[in-house]
């Protein structure tokens, strides 16, 4: 199983990126995926997760409205789009695959059992 990210960089407030999580070596059509990031010093945190099941989507609350997340089942991939951005997003992100669940739980990091290298998303001016 391998998942790795793209598409993170430095951007000014109020702009936008689009991460890309290309995921191998599993089913992707079949399991939930989930973006996380990690700003420095602080904890893991979960921000949006793509279920296989119905196509349904979930967002912590201090992304929704700003973030989409979609999947792309023929090319294995997951993009977290992300508008409006503030400085408070700078972060490394991830993507992981809950290879236990078709929809979309909680953000629990346990959860997940496969995980990509990050991508680091810094908001500045």
């Known amino acids: 199983v391998q998942l790795v990210e793209s598409g993170g960089g430095l951007v000014q407030p109020g702009g936008s990126l689009t991460l890309s999580c290309a995921a191998s070596g599993f089913t992707f059509s079949n399991y939930a995926i989930g973006w996380f990031r990690q700003a420095p010093g602080k904890e893991l945190e979960g921000v949006s997760c793509s279920s296989a099941s119905d196509g349904s989507s979930t967002y912590v609350d201090s992304v929704k409205g700003r973030f989409t997340v979609s999947r792309d089942n023929a090319k294995n991939t997951v993009y977290l789009q992300m508008n409006n951005l503030k400085p408070e997003d700078t972060a490394v992100y991830h993507c992981?695959?809950?290879?236990?669940?078709?929809?979309?739980?909680?953000?629990?990091?346990?959860?997940?059992?496969?995980w990509g290298q990050g991508t680091q998303v810094t908001v500045s001016s």
């Open positions: 992981a695959a809950d290879l236990a669940r078709r929809r979309c739980g909680t953000y629990r990091v346990g959860d997940y059992g496969y």
